[in-house]
């Protein structure tokens, strides 16, 4: 392939990323806003942060190429960001709602893994090492996120399993629902501290 067709290809893939990364800056504050853990909410606000520095060194590659950010819709990130709407939307309360965000979040996170090794890999193979080491940091980011990710959803993974057990017993037990109560509140407060 002629140096100048991977240029091309290179900055359309940046453009999608791009995109990509703005949805997602407006995208992350309903995730947040929807989470029920003190510590996913957090987690989404910080991913929020990272995310505006990272459109930020995109735009620093666009201007050191001399090219617009803008023009492309990046439709893979549309879907997953379409996919997480619905799982707030969803029925779900409580851990186990946070664990369907959990789920969607990693998604997007693997989604952008792969596009920022893509464009790294283009970008060494053109010789932009200054770009290679915005990206690099970006990547670095995107994999820290989804492994702090994986960290939570083991804790809320088993505290959605546990609270269904609640559900069950305050079912099954009505001659003590205020004490079943209690203890749902309890935990809930847990979770919280
Ligand atoms: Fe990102
Ligand atoms: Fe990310």
Known sequence: MPQNDLRELYIDELKDLYNAESQLVKALPK????????????GFEEHLE???????????????????PKGKKCKG???LIE???????EDFDGSVKDAGLIGAAQRVEHYEIAGYGTVIAFAETLGEKEHVNLLEKTLQEEKETDEKLTELSEQINSQA?????DYEE???????????????????????A
């Open 31 to 42: 995730m947040a806003k929807a989470a029920n853990s003190d510590e996913l909410r957090t």
């Open 83 to 89: 996919e997480g709407s619905e799982m707030i939307d």
């Open 50 to 68: 990272q995310t505006k520095e990272q459109v930020q060194r995109l735009e620093q590659i666009f201007e050191m190429l001399g090219e617009s």
């Open 170 to 192: 305050a079912e099954q037990s009505e001659t003590e629902p205020t004490l079943k109560k209690q203890q749902t509140t309890s935990r809930s407060k847990r979770r919280v």
């Open 77 to 79: 990130m549309e879907g």
């Open 161 to 165: 399993t546990s609270e269904a057990e």
